[in-house]
């Protein structure tokens, strides 16, 4: 849970927050076209109930935030330049949103899996 | 109706007007696309929602497109769908950046579409259109509005519109270009957050400007040039900071003058592209300054031209080849830094310019590491700066508030006992390096240093890279800045204004001296003069010059 100084008191901003936040810039990510579970459990979790988290994983280290992402790439993409643009997108979303540094998020990236849509 | 007309008519019934491109064709467009992208580049890297010049839309998109060019650079393939596929693999194998990544996808969809035909023709345009439009649209699941997408999609709309009206490819790509150019500019409203920035989307402007070039290589227009446009002489362009000069550009004049009658921009640009290169036009509060480069025969020619049409008030011609070989020859003297002993203390420090280290060396320091408002340091590199130092005593001092994080993230990693001094400009951090003794205890001369911070206020001057407001100053593109302490306080045409308008909003009083650290963008002519200025202003003060050679900042001004 990361924690805010604030002269009323403390702000708490749980994980699910930041993997939503990271959820959403991921989708609108040019190139990434999916996400995926992380593994097996988390797989049949999600065929339960929708998750806004899935394929996300966060945690702290220290004073830095940890992203793990598990993505599909769109087949006939540079894969580099999407995981790259990836990574950034989510960092800048993710230091908009609750004011930690870009400097001290850590976005790895997975590439689970290409679709393909045409074949050239 | 004249006779010359019904008889071209009844020749060719119905095919003259009709344009086909084939793959060489083709490729000569694109060609024409990279070029007029790279002329325009530094206009789309400045389309940045951030108001520091850190942009790298234009950039990564130019590779992009080179990268495509080199897969068709010397083909002699006529088959216009051979050529396209060929420049789509390019394109996705050198994609660099999210816009080279849609760049590519868009040139993906566009071959598909020709694939297997020899000549592309109106129709064929503007399906393949379509289909690039649809494929970039498959890479993204959200596709948000207000970018390069969305202009792909306005011009296929246009072009499909287009096409139900006339069969003429020319026309049909000239509303295309027009459609793009005109769904940029509505960008804004699209995305917030350009709006919020002042900005048009830089991945949509790259795609409009790709097109753009493209026409004017069907139109026989000049690329190399820029769209004739006259900027504020403060934000000209020093040519002698690139070491690269071509051939025939020996010589530099620069001249100011009166025009006799309001001056035609677009004639006498293109009068002067037949004497020189490198023209730039500037306008000054009641006169406009020329600077060209020209071969040395030619040296005198642009002195006439202007004389024919304006009063000249000043002439500098340079010669910047000799200039060039005398930099070479001499090279400046080496930056020697401090050997600390074990168990002495040694600092590292981060600068952002090559004059600026040579002072901070002079102070003492162990080490340096480059870098400032739009090039930080990675941890990995300030790590490796004090690694392999014999001592585990280490001060750091940031000089910018962007790396004081990396330099912390530094601290921690080390198993060396590392303070950083959170200095958030150069002479912050130089106030705080005079605290040091190297033998000294640590933690006291931190408590120093850290104090020694709050002594000094730090002017910059930098050049605005777009219109914003900030606290309540109003900043238009190109007027010159001046932050105090990191906040916006002044804004001016020139500067020397922006440089007064700074020290008076500061307790001058309580002040005694003002050291000014000058760019590398900046003559010398122009230090001395908004010197004097200032020694005038206040002659109770201590002024010092040094030259910083920082990059972007015209001035560093340190007020204690």
């Known amino acids: 849970m990361e924690q805010v100084e604030n002269p009323l008191g403390n702000i708490y901003i749980s994980y699910r927050a930041i993997a939503s936040i990271a959820h959403k810039a991921a989708l609108e ?84 899996g290409l679709r393909i849509s045409d074949t050239d | 109706m004249s006779e010359k007309h019904s008889k071209a008519s009844g020749l060719q019934p119905g095919l003259k007007d009709e344009v086909v491109l084939d793959g060489q064709e083709l490729k000569n467009l694109v060609e024409g696309g990279l070029i007029w992208l790279r002329t325009n580049q530094q206009t789309v890297n400045s389309l940045n929602v ?6 790298d839309t234009g950039t990564n998109m130019v590779l992009t497109m080179q990268a495509a060019i080199n897969e068709i650079f010397k083909t002699p393939e006529r088959n216009v769908g051979k050529v396209a596929r060929d420049i789509a693999q390019g394109a996705l194998m050198g994609a660099r950046g999210n816009s080279g990544v849609i760049l590519s996808q868009l040139w993906r969809g566009f071959a598909r579409a020709l694939d297997n035909f020899k000549v592309m023709d109106a129709q064929l345009f503007v399906r393949a259109l ?18 390069i997408l969305t202009v792909a999609k306005d011009l296929t709309i246009e072009a499909e519109k287009a096409f139900s009206e006339e069969n003429d490819l020319e026309v049909i790509f000239e509303r295309v270009v027009r459609a793009a150019g005109e769904s940029v500019e509505r960008t804004p409203e699209l995305l917030p957050i350009l709006k919020q920035a002042g900005v048009v989307d830089s991945g949509g402007k790259g795609l409009f400007y790709m097109l753009e070039g493209m026409l004017r290589t069907l139109n026989n ?79 005198y020619s642009p002195i006439d031209f202007v004389m024919d049409m304006a009063r000249v008030t000043k002439v500098h011609i340079e010669n910047i080849k000799d200039q060039m070989l005398r930099k070479e020859n001499s090279d400046p003297p080496g930056t020697e830094l401090a050997k600390p002993e074990p168990g002495q203390i040694a600092v590292i420090a981060v600068s ?16 340096i590491v480059e870098g400032g408002q739009t090039m930080n340091p990675s941890i990995k590199e300030l790590l490796e700066s004090f690694e392999n130092l014999p001592t585990d005593n280490i001060i750091i001092l940031p000089n910018n508030k962007n790396i004081i994080l990396a330099a912390q993230g530094a601290s921690q990693a080390s198993t060396k006992r590392v303070a950083v001094i959170p200095s958030k400009s150069i002479p912050q951090g130089l106030n705080a390096l005079l605290q040091l003794d190297p033998d000294g205890n640590f933690d006291e001369i931190i408590k120093k240093m850290n104090s020694a911070l709050l002594d000094s206020d730090t002017g910059e001057i930098t050049i605005a890279t777009r219109d914003v407001e900030i606290d309540g100053v109003k900043v238009k593109q190109g007027s010159v800045i001046g932050l105090l302490n990191g906040r916006l306080v002044a804004s001016q045409k020139t500067l020397e204004k922006t440089c007064l308008a700074l020290l008076k909003k500061i307790k001058m009083d309580e002040k005694e001296r003002i050291t000014l650290f000058y760019g590398n963008q900046i003559s010398e002519d122009e230090v001395n003069n908004i010197v004097e200025k200032i020694t005038k202003a206040y002659p109770a003060h201590e002024i010092e010059i040094h030259a910083g050679g920082q990059p972007h900042y015209q001035f560093i001004i340190s007020i204690e």
């Open chain 2, 352 to 367: 952002p310019g090559e004059g600026i280290s040579k002072i901070f060396a002079s102070l003492g320091v162990a080490a």
């Open chain 2, 130 to 147: 379509a289909e690039a439009r649809d494929t970039a649209y498959k890479g993204v699941v959200r596709p948000v509005e207000g970018t």
């Open chain 1, 29 to 112: 990510t040019y190139g990434v076209v999916g996400l995926t579970a992380k593994n097996l459990a988390e797989g049949l979790a999600q065929a339960i109930v929708k998750d806004p988290t899935l394929g996300v994983d966060v945690e702290y280290e220290e004073k830095s935030v940890v992203i793990n992402l598990f993505i599909i790439v769109e087949y006939g993409t540079r894969i580099k330049s999407v995981a790259n643009s990836v990574a950034n997108n989510i960092r800048f979303k993710v230091e908009k949103a609750i004011d930690i540094p870009a400097n001290n998020i850590l976005v790895n990236v997975h590439v689970r």
């Open chain 2, 50 to 55: 951030f108001p520091v010049p850190d942009g």
């Open chain 2, 221 to 299: 227009l000049p690329l190399e040039v820029q769209e004739t446009f006259i900027q504020p002489i403060a934000q000209m362009i020093d040519f002698d900071e690139h070491l690269d000069i071509e051939p025939d550009q020996d010589y530099e004049v620069v001249i100011d003058f009166q025009p006799k009658k309001p001056l035609e921009v677009e004639k006498f640009y293109d009068s002067l592209s037949h004497i020189g290169t490198s023209i730039q036009l500037g306008e000054g509060d009641d006169y406009y300054r020329l600077h060209i480069h020209v071969p040395e025969e030619k040296r």
